[in-house]
């Protein structure tokens, strides 16, 4: 709000607000302006940012890129830390191929490895790897494949144990999940798909399928490996279309069979080999449940795991299980993942920590984020929260924006925004929660600059007008201040709440005949009387409306905003009613006994306006109007009938009654409304409303009325009796209000009232 010496500067170098009178040609500018750079601004912007939630929701690749960018850096920011858990890694590394030969080794060399990692106290072994065809190196084979063999050789060989029979002799000797890898369509050369081995499974809540992810077929293992294994695990796993590896689907659909992957699979079986079960909702994939625990997933079954750097720590060479060099104890009660990182195998997986991890260990890192509770987040309301997010930004910006200053709209939104980005890293770095911190404020900040540069054109365009339109009206310093608040003034009318306040001298027909044969003194008293009210008024940030002789309307609220208007219109008139005192008491020393004491009677209201420019197409006033106007008015002619200073209606009351003495005198019809107002006295501010015998005043007051709009005449009689004796007491201006009700108590006594009567006076006067 502007302070009080702006209008100070107003009224001192020419007429009042309300007295501005814009020239015709003014108007289509005006409204040119509006039409452009208000009202089409925020349009745009608003249809701009329905369609980016459109973009959003559609999740182009773009799009989804920046988002995922925004969690890799948030891992690599801070990376899990890693924490010793029973879960190891038994690599076919480099150093493995060049001791004990080229891969694929002989399944009999495999099967001694399943062995050795049992008696090493493996609780389950599984296969990141797939045995999909006949070992070519078993003996059988070897014979088949070389038919210029000697006979006895061939018959040997034929006689020797097949090496597929022998590592499914270790798979069943042990708990091993064998791998499976899908694929994304069937091949069509084939005759018909090998029908998968089912894993018990239950649904809870409804039928998974339709959202999880799905894969046409699968290359499986040999049957008798298939057969001898406890368990089967898919290890397929999707990138993200910049080929980083983020997501792994738990759970997912295989020639239209629910499977798990190799991680959750492994952990099934080493804990007793029970079904799993699949919870859904309405928005999808709630979680899976496996080894008597739920795992919550994404709607589609995936989970985020949350990766910590590579570490040789994970890893065990298979060189050294088979040739018994590993320490005793280090693969005992752990979860067996057997993969490769040999460079030559070419396993490599890109990852968000922005380095390549082999993919056996994406797997034993999912399978670490299970055991410790460690996965990441991506809730299933999390595209909802942020389209929300997105459009709340936005809208607070094409809001606001076009009201604030470019530092305060850059300062505001790069709070905002931060403090968006640090809720979104806070529930990472807490909750281990992704929500995305790019989509949303990279709208907003577009959004920013669209207002910003309209905001840009859009003042200066104004500055120039506002200065053109009022510059040979009001002060330099209104003018200011007003091309500082352009978006705050609303030339034309517009619909505000306001609170109003009219005063009026009080016997002025008589003051006035005083000075018949002096109509300079006259000028000259009225001018500072009015000066006094117009102190008060512009005080507590009013609008002086117009000056009617003596009579004076202000208004709060308008055309700059100020929310607490109605308590600044009571401040003022309570200030008013005080510095009146001070003039009678200052031209009493001035002119002795025979100058005439000043007093007025005030009214306020509080109300739903209209408020602008009104008048004819050539010249019109800024002023108000409305039903609480002509209620105001009223109000202050009824001062002077109940004997106080200043009345409020019950609208003005109930906003200002817990910080002003406020009294109440009665339910009224004024003259031309039909409705009744309570009205009330305003006696004083928080000081006398704290005071005891003000708050006894009020309360044995009220009993009176009550009584009183009962029609229990000797129960008005006595609280009238005790309502006049604290009056008394407290010395406040209430006599004449007090002899009022007696009169009233009387009549109605001797002549009762009708059926009808519901206790309302209807004034006869204005």
Same mark, same amino acid.
């Given at each position: 709000?502007?302070?009080?010496?702006?209008?100070?500067?107003?009224?001192?170098?020419?007429?009042?607000?309300?007295?501005?009178?814009?020239?015709?040609?003014? /108007?289509?500018?005006?409204?040119?302006?509006?039409?452009?750079?208000?009202?089409?601004?925020?349009?745009?912007?608003?249809?701009?940012?329905?369609?980016?939630?459109?973009?959003?929701?559609?999740?182009?690749?773009?799009?989804?890129?920046?988002?995922?960018?925004?969690?890799?850096?948030?891992?690599?920011?801070?990376?899990?830390?890693?924490?010793?858990?029973?879960?190891?890694?038994?690599?076919?590394?480099?150093?493995?191929?060049?001791?004990?030969?080229?891969?694929?080794?002989?399944?009999?060399?495999?099967?001694?490895?399943?062995?050795?990692?049992?008696?090493?106290?493996?609780?389950?072994?599984?296969?990141?790897?797939?045995?999909?065809?006949?070992?070519?190196?078993?003996?059988?084979?070897?014979?088949?494949?070389?038919?210029?063999?000697?006979?006895?050789?061939?018959?040997?060989?034929?006689?020797?144990?097949?090496?597929?029979?022998?590592?499914?002799?270790?798979?069943?000797?042990?708990?091993?999940?064998?791998?499976?890898?899908?694929?994304?369509?069937?091949?069509?050369?084939?005759?018909?798909?090998?029908?998968?081995?089912?894993?018990?499974?239950?649904?809870?809540?409804?039928?998974?399928?339709?959202?999880?992810?799905?894969?046409?077929?699968?290359?499986?293992?040999?049957?008798?490996?298939?057969?001898?294994?406890?368990?089967?695990?898919?290890?397929?796993?999707?990138?993200?279309?910049?080929?980083?590896?983020?997501?792994?689907?738990?759970?997912?659909?295989?020639? +239209?069979?629910?499977?798990?992957?190799?991680?959750?699979?492994?952990?099934?079986?080493?804990?007793?080999?029970?079904?799993?079960?699949?919870?859904?909702?309405?928005?999808?994939?709630?979680?899976?449940?496996?080894?008597?625990?739920?795992?919550?997933?994404?709607?589609?079954?995936?989970?985020?795991?949350?990766?910590?750097?590579?570490?040789?720590?994970?890893?065990?060479?298979?060189?050294?299980?088979?040739?018994?060099?590993?320490?005793?104890?280090?693969?005992?009660?752990?979860?067996?993942?057997?993969?490769?990182?040999?460079?030559?195998?070419?396993?490599?997986?890109?990852?968000?920590?922005?380095?390549?991890?082999?993919?056996?260990?994406?797997?034993?890192?999912?399978?670490?984020?299970?055991?410790?509770?460690?996965?990441?987040?991506?809730?299933?309301?999390?595209?909802?929260?942020?389209?929300?997010?997105?459009?709340?930004?936005?809208?607070?910006?094409?809001?606001?924006?076009?009201?604030?200053?470019?530092?305060?709209?850059?300062?505001?939104?790069?709070?905002?925004?931060?403090?968006?980005?640090?809720?979104?890293?806070?529930?990472?770095?807490?909750?281990?929660?992704?929500?995305?911190?790019?989509?949303?404020?990279?709208?907003?900040?577009?959004?920013?600059?669209?207002?910003?540069?309209?905001?840009?054109?859009?003042?200066?365009?104004?500055?120039?007008?506002?200065?053109?339109?009022?510059?040979?009206?009001?002060?330099?310093?209104?003018?200011?201040?007003?091309?500082?608040?352009?978006?705050?003034?609303?030339?034309?009318?517009?619909?505000? +709440?306001?609170?109003?306040?009219?005063?009026?001298?009080?016997?002025?027909?008589?003051?006035?005949?005083?000075?018949?044969?002096?109509?300079?003194?006259?000028?000259?008293?009225?001018?500072?009387?009015?000066? /006094?009210?117009?102190?008060?008024?512009?005080?507590?940030?009013?609008?002086?409306?117009?000056?009617?002789?003596?009579?004076?309307?202000?208004?709060?609220?308008?055309?700059?905003?100020?929310?607490?208007?109605?308590?600044?219109?009571?401040?003022?008139?309570?200030?008013?009613?005080?510095?009146?005192?001070?003039?009678?008491?200052?031209?009493?020393?001035?002119?002795?006994?025979?100058?005439?004491?000043?007093?007025?009677?005030?009214?306020?209201?509080?109300?739903?306006?209209?408020?602008?420019?009104?008048?004819?197409?050539?010249?019109? +006033?800024?002023?108000?109007?409305?039903?609480?106007?002509?209620?105001?008015?009223?109000?202050?002619?009824?001062?002077?009938?109940?004997?106080?200073?200043?009345?409020?209606?019950?609208?003005?009351?109930?906003?200002?009654?817990?910080?002003?003495?406020?009294?109440?005198?009665?339910?009224?019809?004024?003259?031309?409304?039909?409705?009744?107002?309570?009205?009330?006295?305003?006696?004083?501010?928080?000081?006398?409303?704290?005071?005891?015998?003000?708050?006894?005043?009020?309360?044995?007051?009220?009993?009176?009325?009550?009584?009183?709009?009962?029609?229990?005449?000797?129960?008005?009689?006595?609280?009238?009796?005790?309502?006049?004796?604290?009056?008394?007491?407290?010395?406040?201006?209430?006599?004449?209000?007090?002899?009022?009700?007696?009169?009233?108590?009387?009549?109605?006594?001797?002549?009762?009232?009708?059926?009808?009567? +519901?206790?309302?006076?209807?004034?006869?006067?204005?």
């Amino acid at each position: 709000m502007p302070e009080s010496g702006d209008f100070g500067a107003l009224r001192a170098g020419g007429p009042p607000l309300s007295g501005l009178r814009i020239a015709v040609d003014a /108007v289509p500018h005006m409204k040119d302006w509006f039409g452009r750079w208000i009202g089409w601004v925020r349009v745009v912007a608003f249809l701009g940012v329905l369609f980016g939630l459109v973009i959003r929701v559609g999740d182009p690749v773009p799009v989804e890129a920046l988002r995922n960018a925004a969690f890799d850096f948030y891992q690599q920011i801070k990376p899990r830390e890693a924490v010793p858990v029973p879960v190891a890694i038994l690599d076919i590394d480099d150093r493995s191929l060049e001791e004990l030969g080229q891969w694929p080794w002989p399944r009999n060399r495999v099967a001694e490895m399943v062995r050795a990692a049992t008696a090493a106290g493996a609780v389950a072994i599984a296969f990141d790897v797939v045995f999909a065809e006949p070992d070519r190196l078993s003996p059988a084979q070897i014979a088949a494949d070389n038919p210029n063999l000697p006979p006895d050789l061939v018959i040997r060989l034929r006689s020797m144990a097949d090496n597929d029979r022998i590592l499914a002799d270790a798979f069943a000797a042990s708990r091993v999940v064998v791998g499976q890898t899908s694929v994304r369509t069937f091949e069509a050369n084939r005759e018909e798909k090998r029908e998968m081995r089912e894993v018990a499974h239950a649904f809870i809540g409804g039928d998974p399928m339709p959202f999880l992810q799905r894969f046409p077929d699968v290359v499986q293992n040999l049957d008798v490996l298939e057969d001898a294994a406890s368990g089967r695990g898919v290890f397929s796993v999707r990138p993200d279309p910049d080929g980083v590896y983020r997501r792994v689907p738990l759970v997912m659909l295989v020639q +239209d069979k629910v499977r798990l992957g190799l991680s959750p699979e492994l952990l099934r079986v080493a804990t007793g080999g029970e079904a799993f079960a699949v919870r859904v909702n309405e928005a999808g994939i709630e979680g899976v449940v496996v080894a008597r625990q739920l795992v919550e997933t994404a709607s589609d079954g995936t989970v985020w795991p949350y990766l910590s750097p590579s570490s040789r720590a994970r890893y065990v060479s298979a060189a050294d299980l088979i040739g018994g060099t590993v320490p005793p104890g280090r693969l005992a009660g752990h979860l067996v993942l057997v993969g490769t990182s040999a460079i030559g195998l070419e396993d490599f997986r890109a990852t968000p920590l922005g380095v390549a991890m082999a993919g056996v260990e994406i797997h034993a890192q999912l399978l670490e984020n299970i055991l410790t509770g460690t996965l990441l987040v991506r809730p299933n309301y999390a595209i909802g929260a942020e389209l929300a997010i997105t459009f709340l930004l936005c809208l607070l910006v094409i809001i606001f924006a076009p009201n604030l200053s470019g530092q305060v709209l850059i300062g505001s939104s790069l709070v905002l925004l931060t403090g968006y980005m640090a809720l979104s890293w806070n529930l990472f770095a807490t909750d281990r929660i992704l929500i995305d911190p790019t989509f949303p404020v990279l709208s907003a900040l577009l959004t920013v600059m669209l207002i910003s540069t309209v905001n840009y054109l859009r003042e200066e365009r104004q500055r120039r007008q506002i200065r053109s339109a009022f510059g040979q009206y009001v002060s330099p310093a209104l003018v200011e201040q007003l091309s500082r608040n352009q978006r705050e003034l609303q030339l034309g009318g517009e619909t505000r +709440d306001l609170t109003l306040l009219f005063s009026d001298v009080r016997g002025f027909t008589a003051i006035a005949e005083a000075f018949k044969d002096d109509p300079e003194g006259l000028t000259q008293l009225m001018n500072r009387f009015l000066t /006094v009210l117009c102190d008060g008024i512009m005080a507590t940030g009013g609008t002086i409306d117009k000056f009617m002789g003596d009579a004076v309307m202000a208004f709060w609220n308008a055309p700059l905003d100020h929310p607490d208007h109605a308590a600044s219109a009571c401040a003022a008139a309570l200030r008013m009613r005080a510095d009146i005192a001070a003039l009678n008491e200052v031209r009493a020393a001035e002119e002795g006994g025979d100058a005439h004491r000043l007093n007025v009677g005030i009214g306020i209201n509080t109300g739903t306006c209209v408020v602008g420019n009104m008048g004819s197409k050539t010249r019109f +006033d800024y002023t108000a109007l409305g039903d609480p106007v002509n209620v105001a008015s009223r109000l202050e002619g009824q001062s002077r009938y109940y004997g106080v200073d200043i009345i409020l209606g019950s609208a003005t009351a109930t906003a200002v009654g817990e910080r002003f003495a406020v009294f109440e005198l009665d339910r009224v019809r004024v003259v031309g409304k039909a409705l009744p107002e309570t009205i009330f006295a305003l006696l004083g501010d928080a000081a006398t409303r704290a005071d005891p015998a003000f708050q006894a005043l009020c309360a044995a007051n009220a009993a009176m009325l009550r009584a009183y709009r009962a029609r229990d005449w000797d129960g008005a009689d006595a609280g009238l009796a005790q309502v006049r004796a604290m009056i008394v007491n407290a010395g406040l201006p209430l006599s004449a209000y007090c002899d009022l009700y007696a009169t009233r108590i009387a009549d109605l006594r001797a002549t009762p009232p009708g059926e009808d009567w +519901d206790g309302v006076f209807s004034s006869t006067k204005k």
